[in-house]
């Protein structure tokens, strides 16, 4: 089982404000998914990241995926109040085969009005 | 399109009962994934199916858990006897195949709470 590494545990930011929240790993993963998940729901997909050096963008959030595919970074620019929940990364090692994934613990994310 | 269903939202029970979570995972759907999540170890892993079948039981804890998947649109975790330290938030999901480029759907938990 890989380990994911996510940093910051929390972090408590003012509305408009930039953050960048990290998911490190020393194994490679074949593809990595960022979820986001609130108080009393389960986690939902945010986007999917395959190729190493990958950037996608979603509204004001930026996922990137590292050269080397051990790492991955999100990015929120002019942060609002319905960013905040729990930020997730998952990595699937099995190369397409029938592992599941493995999830980080997390970065808690409160944006404040 | 319904999601991943599960029941009961909340259960408490007193130690020793027998628990049971049930899922419906989204129709189509060939793979299905029970996590179990806590503020200590975050979301973990316990078993997941494919076609109905369990492929990889290892983070079940121990003899206490099992799961069952009888069809292809139901799926049981069961705690016997439970114990405190089983409480936390235990998530279903479905993905159409089990690899890791494909989105996994989750269902919005069960909060078991162990007194």
């Known amino acids: 089982t890989q380990l994911l590494e996510q940093s910051p545990q929390f972090l408590s930011i003012q509305e408009g404000e930039n953050l960048t929240v990290y998911c490190n790993s020393s194994s490679v993963f074949s593809s990595l998914q960022w979820y986001r998940q609130e108080p009393g729901e389960g986690p939902v997909l945010l986007v999917t990241v395959v190729t190493g050096g990958e950037v996608k963008k979603l509204k004001r959030l930026t996922f990137q995926f590292g050269d080397a595919r051990k790492d991955s970074s999100l990015h929120i620019t002019a942060a609002q109040p319905g960013d905040t929940g729990l930020y997730l990364c998952a990595g699937d090692d099995s190369g397409g085969g029938a592992d599941g994934l493995t999830f980080g613990k997390g970065t808690h994310l409160i944006i404040q009005p | 399109d319904a999601g991943v269903i599960q029941s009961p939202r909340h259960e408490v029970t007193e130690m020793g009962q027998e628990v049971t979570l049930r899922c419906k995972p989204i129709s189509g759907h060939n793979s299905l994934f029970w996590y179990r999540q806590t503020m200590m170890r975050g979301l973990e892993l316990l078993i997941y199916f494919n076609n109905n079948v369990p492929i990889d039981d290892s983070g079940m804890p121990e003899d206490r858990f099992s799961a069952k998947m009888p069809n292809a649109s139901f799926s049981t975790l069961k705690i016997q006897p439970s114990e405190p330290r089983d409480s936390a938030v235990y998530f279903c999901?479905?993905?159409?195949?089990?690899?890791?480029?494909?989105?996994?759907?989750f269902g919005d938990g069960t909060r078991l709470s162990i007194l």
């Open positions: 999901a479905s993905s159409l195949t089990p690899g890791g480029a494909q989105p996994q759907h």
